[in-house]
């Protein structure tokens, strides 16, 4: 499976970005498609989760009602909508593909190569 992120960038505080995560490959072995990110001096965290099938969502205490996941199974392709960016919210985001909805870096497969988002104050 191939992760392509697009759609970071530089924005000002309260703004909003749409992320995109791009899938190929062997998409049908990855049941869930995860957001992650990483910023500056941090360890990577857990964003926001989604199945391909289905409606279950998970998110991060720290984006719920600012962040969205959403997916397009025809496109392959899953998208996380960011509102209200926060100058906290800067970090370098990744996509990962897995089989089951978990916060755990470590129980998902593959990883994409990341999108930078930076918010301005």
């Known amino acids: 499976v191939q992760l392509v992120e697009s759609g970071g960038g530089l924005v000002q505080a309260g703004g909003s970005l749409r992320l995109s995560c791009a899938a190929s490959?062997?998409?049908?072995?990855?049941?869930?498609m995860g957001w992650f990110r990483q910023a500056p001096g941090k360890e990577r965290e857990f964003v926001a989760a989604?199945?391909?099938?289905?409606?279950?969502?998970a998110y991060a205490d720290s984006v719920k009602g600012r962040f969205t996941i959403s997916r397009d199974n025809a496109q392959n392709t899953v998208y996380l909508q960011v509102n209200s960016l926060k100058p906290e919210d800067t970090a370098v985001y990744y996509c990962?593909?897995?089989?089951?909805?978990?916060?755990?870096?470590?129980?998902?497969?593959?990883w994409g190569q990341g999108t930078q988002v930076t918010v301005s104050s």
């Open positions: 989604i199945r391909w099938s289905g409606a279950t969502t």
């Open positions: 490959g062997r998409t049908f072995s990855s049941k869930v």
């Open positions: 990962a593909a897995g089989t089951i909805i978990t916060r755990q870096e470590e129980r998902y497969d593959y």
